[in-house]
């Protein structure tokens, strides 16, 4: 092995200081909101502010199911995050196949014009979308937050189109011949062969779904139908006037916990999943 | 390209078979991608249609929309001071958040691919802030912000420095955002960690061989190998840069004297405070010219700089 170190040559500890400083500004905003989350709404605003909570105040996260139906919207964020990762797949599963296999008239430019869709940021869309939805009659209701899972995504035929093409052909070609159609290829070889690339589109699709604020904030007002980054917002509006600090940083908490766990227990589909977007864009 | 159909192109032995077999590969191609055809007419086509024709009328959503020819657009171009406010806010947030990601990223993407240990460790925490719901984040750095209890004054008052207004002043809010926005840049750095990792060792090499010392590798084979990746970051900034709105939607609401103004938050509020449903869709239109114009100047000064390597990967 020769010895290679055309990078930076900054000095190894130097390199240790900067990487330890960022480090420390990427956590110390977690270390802050869990320590406040376990303060008393007194020692939350003593000065010169604690460090730490004297006594942990473990009811706060209990105070949150109290004011707020918590375990409700916990249960409607579910469902709006199932039925979005069901979609997703699905739908992008067939799309990204045919876009990467199967040779049709058409192709490029359909793909082309997906692919552009990327480009238009969401800002265009939310009014006349909402004005659509409407007309379907579909305001307060979970139709306009899961329904467009259904119909594709063109990250995520991106995604998929670029593994797609990385599965050796022979294997298709050995099915044709055996006299399997498409649809036999897609569910019998290719999304057996593509479990990586799957998982990062539903947990992409989840997290995405998971952290909507814009959507529900949009769409829903019957308080019942609330998704969690709402019912947080509700708080907010009322807690942080009167200062009940704590009690909001315990519901961040309890809404970033189930993400932090996901993400610990899938990192490697994580890493993988932006390192197959990032290249090649 | 070419792989895909070599399955047919296999059986192709005749001419009446290559037709059926083009006919086949036409109805499953178009079966499959029937969702999403829906897709880009329902939830794209449709809209954009529905809001250029919306764009000229006085509608409420309550009564019936009234012609109204240009009026909406020389009133937000002419007549609307905060209408250019927004854009100033916005394109300003936009074009120095995204310098400053790209630049930071790219920093601490060369420091973790230097070999060090616990390159893992620190990607991981680095990644961390990234997976946060922005509605967290912005209620959690509005509490960071806070000028009395929150941990940044803290410190500065612990270095001996001048506590700041943050978010609470005309002059901080912006930057005070993308300080916010640079705590996300984890995705960034990973995706920009990998581009650097798939950097060929033989062409560090070379530089070394002709001697070259870090600067020329830096300059010559790292930049030129990174700019697709630099320019997807770029473009992936800008429109998320264009679509603010729960950060200063939560935080400041605008505020303080539309000094956050967000153009999705003045969109917001023109559509849904005061039912202007025909300004809004003007507004929305502007942001699809404007956005059409800058990936076309994107992407075709992207030649001047982009270096795409052939097909020598894969």
Redesign the interface.
């Known amino acids: 092995m020769s010895k290679v170190r055309t990078r930076i040559r900054l000095p190894r500890p130097t390199i240790y200081v900067l990487l330890a400083l960022f480090s420390l500004f990427c956590l110390f905003p977690f270390l802050w909101l869990l320590r406040s989350s376990f303060m008393t709404s007194r020692e939350i605003f003593t000065l010169p502010p604690h460090l730490l909570p004297a006594i942990p105040q473990w009811h706060n996260y209990i105070d949150i199911f109290k004011v707020l139906p918590f375990a409700r919207y916990f249960l409607n964020t579910l469902e709006i995050v199932a039925l979005n990762v069901v979609g997703a797949l699905i739908s992008n599963t067939f799309i990204a196949f045919a876009f990467a296999r199967i040779k049709f008239r058409g192709r490029s430019v359909m793909y082309a014009l997906c692919i552009a869709t990327l480009m238009l940021p969401q800002t265009v869309t939310m009014i006349p979308l909402f004005v659509e939805w409407k007309m379907f009659h579909g305001i307060n209701t979970y139709a306009p937050l899961t329904v467009p899972a259904f119909f594709g995504n063109a990250f995520y035929i991106f995604l998929l189109n670029q593994f797609f093409k990385t599965i050796p052909t022979e294997y298709d070609e050995a099915a044709f011949v055996d006299g399997a159609n498409f649809f036999q290829i897609v569910t019998r070889i290719v999304v057996p062969l593509s479990q990586p690339a799957l998982a990062v589109v539903a947990l992409f699709t989840a997290l995405a779904s998971w952290n909507d604020f814009m959507g529900p904030f949009l769409y829903l007002n019957d308080q019942n139908k609330y998704t969690l980054s709402l019912g947080l917002k509700y708080l907010i509006s009322g807690y942080s006037v009167i200062g009940q600090w704590q009690v909001l940083m315990a519901a961040s908490v309890l809404i970033v916990l189930p993400v932090a766990l996901l993400f610990f227990s899938m990192q490697r589909y994580f890493i993988e999943g932006l390192t197959m977007s990032g290249l090649k864009g | 390209m070419s ?6 192109e ?2 192709i032995k005749n001419g009446r078979k290559r037709n059926y077999l ?1 006919r086949y ?6 079966l ?2 029937t ?6 007419s ?3 086509a ?3 249609g ?2 250029l024709v ?1 764009s000229f009328t006085k509608w409420d ?1 309550i009564t019936r929309p009234v012609f109204v020819g240009f009026k909406n657009y020389i009133d937000m171009l002419a007549f609307d001071p905060l209408f250019w406010q927004a854009v100033v806010v916005t394109v300003y947030y936009t074009l120095v958040g995204v310098s400053l990601q790209i630049v930071l990223a790219f920093g ?1 993407a ?5 070999k ?1 240990r616990g390159m893992n460790f ?8 990234s ?6 984040s912005s ?6 912000y806070n000028p ?2 929150g ?1 940044l004054n ?1 410190l500065l008052i612990h270095l001996g420095l001048e506590p700041q207004k943050w978010v609470y002043g005309t002059a901080t809010v912006i930057p005070s955002l993308i300080l916010m926005s640079i ?1 996300g840049v ?2 960034i750095i ?3 960690l ?2 650097l990792q ?1 950097i060929p ?1 033989q062409l ?2 070379a ?2 061989i002709d001697g ?3 600067f020329h ?2 300059r010559h ?2 930049v030129p190998l990174m700019t ?2 630099i ?3 770029v ?1 992936i900034g800008v ?1 998320n840069g ?2 603010t ?2 950060q200063p939607y ?1 935080m400041t609401n605008g505020g303080p004297a539309n000094a956050s103004l967000f ?2 938050l003045h ?2 509020r023109q ?1 849904f405070m005061f039912s202007k ?1 025909g300004y ?2 003007a507004m ?2 502007f ?2 010219i404007a ?1 059409g114009a800058i ?1 076309i100047i994107i992407f075709k000064t992207s030649k001047l700089w982009v270096f795409y390597q052939g097909e020598d990967k ?1």
């Open positions: 792989s895909s159909g070599a399955a047919h296999m059986i083009t590969n036409n109805l499953w191609g178009w499959f991608i969702p999403v055809v829906l897709g880009l329902l939830w794209v449709f809209p954009l529905l809001s919306a959503l601490a060369m420091l973790l691919n230097t060090v620190f990607r991981t925490i680095f990644y961390l802030p997976l946060v719901p922005v509605i967290v209620t959690l750095w509005m509490w960071l009395q209890f941990l803290l705590w984890g995705n990973v995706i920009f990998a581009g798939d060792k560090l090499e530089v070394e070259g010392n870090a590798s830096f084979v790292i697709p990746t320019l997807y970051n473009v429109i264009f679509q709105f729960t939560i153009y999705v969109l917001y559509a449903m809004a869709n929305a239109w942001v699809f956005t990936s894969k």
